[in-house]
């Protein structure tokens, strides 16, 4: 009698509406603003050495953009993988709705990619002329598509080239922050869903892409160059570095401050949320993206940037903390993202969610994702070569 009493008041605390036992937006929904994140990171590099001219960080600078683009190819895959007629993503251009949140994606994808494209293709304008004539046939009118049909390396257009490298670079800060942020403001758009509506969520996504971002592209660097038993250049990791830390303090700040405005606030579903994070979320958030993921980095961070570090032990620490912060904001896209979906509208309980390992959107899918970009980064590196040679940025890569 006991056993019947207490299983009917567990259903009673802890009931789920039929319409809530499933998480609808699943592990490839999580994948697309994570891969967003890292163009937008990777671009505010670019643009700090390209618009604010970080010397510094000259080294990294068309490695970032490079970077970027592979990335951003990648970007759709995850939704289309997701949708259960993913051709239908060409009404967008058929039937244009302004007015639509989702379809605005789409454009500010195509904008961003056009001038990701065109940045790249001007900063890269004299190598490839100098491709063209060396190269014939199919080689050579590929090499044309990609300067304009123009060979002309005066003074001139050179110094024509640099004007459009900074306007470009300058125009893509505004077009990287709002492709990434309007995910944010998605989320933040749904009020039916009381731990994703706040007007920080689109900050938050922000600034943790800003981190994922310079994250991966000081592990990427550090990677490649040991692979390819090349010296790593640590001034330009150590202000990768220090802008990492302030991004990172800004990031983590802000993910806290919701949290605390959930806590006390604690009206309507917002004691849903407070339970959440202390019940199915307990682990992926006070553990692991709180404890492991975000006070260690402050700590690594903190030694890095604030004593004298041997540049061994600095490159080492840096690329440890670079993937313990990308592991930080790949939790964070979890927990807002799985996590938000595990209330229930009943306000009295939670759904659980168990990926899978063969699903259309389970895990061996999303380590494909995961690796098209950096096979797409390997075949760009054959036409881009990734590091930076020259004075001027518009003398290409066989400047000197």
């Not at 929904?29 to 890292?38: D, K, M």
């Not at 970080?54 to 990294?60: G, H, R």
């Not at 060409?90 to 454009?107: D, E, F, K, Q, V």
């Not at 759904?351 to 999303?366: L, Y």
């Amino acid at each position: 009698m006991n056993s019947v009493h207490e299983g009917a008041s567990y259903l009673i605390s802890n009931y789920v509406f039929p319409n809530d036992l499933h998480v609808h937006w699943s592990m490839m929904i999580v994948l697309y603003p994570y891969l967003s994140g890292l163009v937008d990171g990777a671009f505010i590099v670019a643009a700090l050495y390209y618009v604010f001219g970080v010397k510094s960080l000259k080294p990294i600078a068309r490695f970032s953009l490079i970077f970027a683009l592979s990335f951003l190819l990648c970007v759709g895959m995850p939704v289309m993988l997701h949708l259960g007629r993913p051709e239908r993503n060409l009404n967008m251009l058929i039937t244009p709705s302004p007015s639509s949140a989702m379809a605005g994606g789409g454009y500010l994808f195509m904008v961003t990619l056009a001038v990701l494209l065109l940045l790249i293709l001007f900063l890269y304008r004299t190598f490839l002329v100098k491709q063209q004539r060396q190269s014939k046939g199919l080689k050579r009118l590929f090499y044309q598509v990609l300067t304009f049909g123009s060979d002309n390396l005066s003074d001139e257009a050179l110094a024509l080239d640099e004007k459009v490298i900074k306007f470009l670079a300058a125009l893509g800060i505004p077009v990287a922050t709002i492709f990434h942020g309007y995910v944010g403001f998605l989320f933040g758009g749904v009020k039916a869903n009381p731990s994703w509506s706040t007007p920080l969520m689109p900050v938050i996504f922000l600034f943790s892409a800003c981190v994922s971002g310079i994250s991966g592209i000081i592990l990427a660097y550090i990677v490649i160059k040991r692979f390819r038993k090349e010296a790593v250049d640590t001034a330009c990791v150590r202000t990768l570095i220090n802008t990492l830390f302030g991004f990172f303090i800004l990031a983590f700040s802000f993910e806290m401050l919701e949290v605390f405005s959930h806590h006390y606030l604690r009206s309507g579903y917002h004691h849903m949320v407070e339970g959440l994070l202390n019940g199915p979320l307990f682990i992926s958030f006070w553990i692991w993206q709180v404890g492991i993921c975000s006070l260690g980095p402050l700590l690594i961070l903190g030694w890095l940037c604030l004593l004298r570090v041997k540049d061994s032990a600095f490159v080492i620490g840096s690329a440890i903390v670079s993937f313990i912060l990308l592991l930080q904001v790949l939790f964070m896209r979890w927990n807002v993202i799985i996590g938000g979906q595990l209330m229930s509208k009943s306000a009295r309980g939670y759904t659980e969610f168990h990926p899978e390992w063969f699903d259309k959107e389970g895990i061996i899918a999303v380590v494909f994702v995961m690796a098209v970009p950096f096979i797409i980064l390997f075949i760009l590196s054959r036409i881009f070569p990734l590091w930076m040679e020259g004075k001027s940025e518009a003398q290409g890569a066989g400047g000197k």
